[in-house]
């Protein structure tokens, strides 16, 4: 019976793996690589833990700090050559869901978020939001109990810039009222 969809053999695994690993900004795990390339059913997550060390063997991939990957020259220049071959619907998927993973990625890296545990019981949240050139704001705010502090600090990581923003607005808007 015939194979439907673009992934036939480990070959089209590993041109995937390169087409992937060419457009992401930052080193990223097996699992995040699987993530990033499951745009067509007849990939396996199998198939992506055997063909990654088998990249890193040939020269295609590096393995970074921890459990990370990142291409190497060999592995750019390899995908350039290949990436006619993949099917232009997987190719979009791919592109599309690695553009997501960057700017995610991207974002989560100007957005930080600390708990610690205050002498009297409660905590403290300390939360700060960066851009290319350095801090913008930084946070600290009490809280009675852990629970509470680990919501607000997720709910700070969603909602960074929008704080920032209605901070500015209020106090510039207070100062544009006193001239």
């Known amino acids: 019976m015939q194979r439907l969809g673009f992934i036939h053999d480990m070959l089209d695994v590993k041109i995937l793996i390169l087409f992937v690993m060419n457009r ?10 699987y993530e990033l390339c499951y745009q067509d059913d007849c990939l396996s997550y199998f198939d992506v833990c055997t063909a990654v060390p088998e990249m890193v ?9 921890g459990e990370c990957y990142s291409i190497t020259d060999k592995g750019r220049e390899d995908c350039a050559t290949t990436v006619d071959s ?5 190719r979009q998927r791919a592109e599309n869901a690695v553009e997501r993973f960057n700017r995610q990625t991207r ?3 100007f957005v930080k978020t600390q708990i610690l545990p205050r002498e009297n019981g409660d905590f403290s949240v300390i939360m700060s939001l960066d851009d290319d050139m350095g801090n913008l704001m930084t946070l600290e705010l009490m809280t009675p109990d852990q629970r509470q502090a680990v919501r607000l ?3 700070f ?23």
Not at 27 to 33: H, K, S, Y
Request: proline residues 2%; aromatic residues 6%; charged residues 30%.
């Open 24 to 33: 992401v900004n930052f080193p990223v795990t097996i699992q995040q690589i």
């Open 86 to 90: 993949i099917a232009y619907s997987v």
């Open 153 to 155: 600090g997720k709910l």
């Open 57 to 65: 063997s040939s020269g295609h991939l590096r393995q970074e700090e």
């Open 157 to 179: 990581e969603k909602k960074a810039e929008t704080i920032y923003n209605l901070t500015m607005t209020e106090l510039l808007d207070e100062e544009d009222e006193m001239e």
């Open 107 to 109: 974002r989560s890296s």
